[in-house]
T-cell receptor
Framework: GAVVSQHPSWVICKSGTSVKIECRSL??????MFWYRQFPKQSLMLMAT?????????EQGVEKDKFLINHASLTLSTLTVTSAHPEDSSFYIC????????????????FGEGSRLTVL | GQNIDQPTEMTATEGAIVQINCTYQ??????LFWYQQHAGEAPTFLSY????GLEEKGRFSSFLSRSKGYSYLLLKELQMKDSASYLC???????????FGTGTRLKVLA
């Protein structure tokens, strides 16, 4: 299956600093990637849809100036948490959909390994 | 609005069968997915339904009724490694966004 790699796996930073998380599709081109946030024992909350070559589409309640998303190429999307605060501590997961013409492809999402952010 | 409901927790015994239900109310529908997620890890794809009926994949089966807004995931011959969260997700027809349910934490006991 398609592989999505996310980096870093975990990061600890001081309050007020910015953190960048990378999401790469390793063996396919992803015109669309999705960024999710997950709190402990809760489900995935869609933050934004990242489209290659255009601005990301943010979900209601997600601050676009706080969570900067860049999708500069067909294999890379980045999420930057700006001026991070302790309440931004969470598990961030990216996912991508493989654009395939195969009749057997269901369109399922392929997820990165996730990045656990801890803001002190 | 979008609403996807699942039971919060379930417990079952090794070797048994368990059914995890999912009900949904979404503005559009373009398929329902089940994912497995172990603690601290990313979700992995289990099954997909877009038409009514049962899809079987080894020990896992998934059922869909679009008229009832209902799906279930059936796990047979439970193993300890099946202890995980199971996420139901609906793909929206218009936006192609994937909306996830609350997730069901399954504990398999020896």
């Amino acid at each position: 299956g398609a592989v999505v790699s996310q980096h870093p796996s975990w990061v600890i930073c001081k309050s007020g600093t910015s953190v960048k998380i990378e999401c790469r599709s390793l063996d396919f081109q992803a015109t669309t990637m999705f960024w999710y946030r997950q709190f402990p024992k809760q489900s995935l909350m869609l933050m934004a849809t990242s489209n290659e070559g255009s601005k990301a589409t943010y979900e209601q309640g997600v601050e676009k100036d706080k969570f900067l998303i860049n999708h500069a190429s067909l294999t890379l999307s980045t999420l930057t948490v700006t001026s991070a605060h302790p309440e931004d501590s969470s598990f961030y997961i990216c996912s991508a959909k493989w654009t395939s013409s195969l009749l057997t492809y269901t369109g399922e999402l392929f997820f990165g390994e996730g990045s656990r952010l801890t803001v002190l | 609005g979008q609403n996807i409901d699942q039971p919060t927790e379930m417990t079952a015994t090794e070797g048994a069968i368990v059914q995890i239900n999912c009900t949904y109310q979404t503005s559009g529908f373009n398929g329902l997915f089940w994912y497995q997620q172990h603690a601290g890890e990313a979700p992995t794809f289990l099954s997909y339904n877009v038409l009514d009926g049962l899809e079987e994949k080894g020990r896992f089966s998934s059922f869909l009724s679009r008229s009832k807004g209902y799906s279930y995931l059936l796990l047979k011959e439970l193993q300890m490694k099946d202890s995980a969260s199971y996420l139901c997700a609906v793909r929206d027809e218009g936006t192609y966004k994937y909306i996830f349910g609350t997730g069901t934490r399954l504990k398999v006991l020896a």
